[in-house]
């Protein structure tokens, strides 16, 4: 995959993910484990799943790319959008 991931597609088309090739995010010459960035975006109470990448910058070999959803309820939104800001 384009993204590094590692996957398997079933019988049926499905694809289940299996892991990272390259499991880690170099940044200023600090080694970070996606798993740690979406580890604790998941910790969050109205957090549903997180993932997080590194994407290329010229300055820092690469930057932390993360994306989480939100729980689909009101309060979540709200809550949400004071804490991240």
Same mark, same amino acid.
Request: proline fraction near 5%.
């Given at each position: 995959?384009?993204?590094g991931?590692q996957?398997?597609?079933d019988?049926?088309?499905?694809?289940?993910f299996?892991?990272?090739d %390259?499991d880690?995010?170099?940044? &200023?010459?600090?080694?970070?484990? *996606?798993?740690?960035?979406e580890d604790?975006?998941?910790g969050?109470? %109205?957090?549903?799943?997180?993932? &997080?990448?590194g994407?290329?910058d *010229?300055?820092?070999t690469?930057i932390?790319?993360?994306c989480a959803c939100?729980r689909?309820?009101i309060?979540a939104?709200?809550?949400?959008s004071t804490?991240f800001?």
């Amino acid at each position: 995959m384009v993204t590094g991931d590692q996957a398997v597609m079933d019988e049926d088309g499905y694809y289940r993910f299996v892991g990272r090739d %390259d499991d880690l995010i170099t940044s &200023a010459g600090y080694r970070i484990g *996606p798993s740690e960035i979406e580890d604790c975006l998941i910790g969050h109470p %109205d957090v549903a799943p997180a993932a &997080a990448v590194g994407k290329a910058d *010229p300055l820092r070999t690469e930057i932390v790319k993360a994306c989480a959803c939100r729980r689909l309820s009101i309060r979540a939104k709200l809550r949400l959008s004071t804490t991240f800001r």
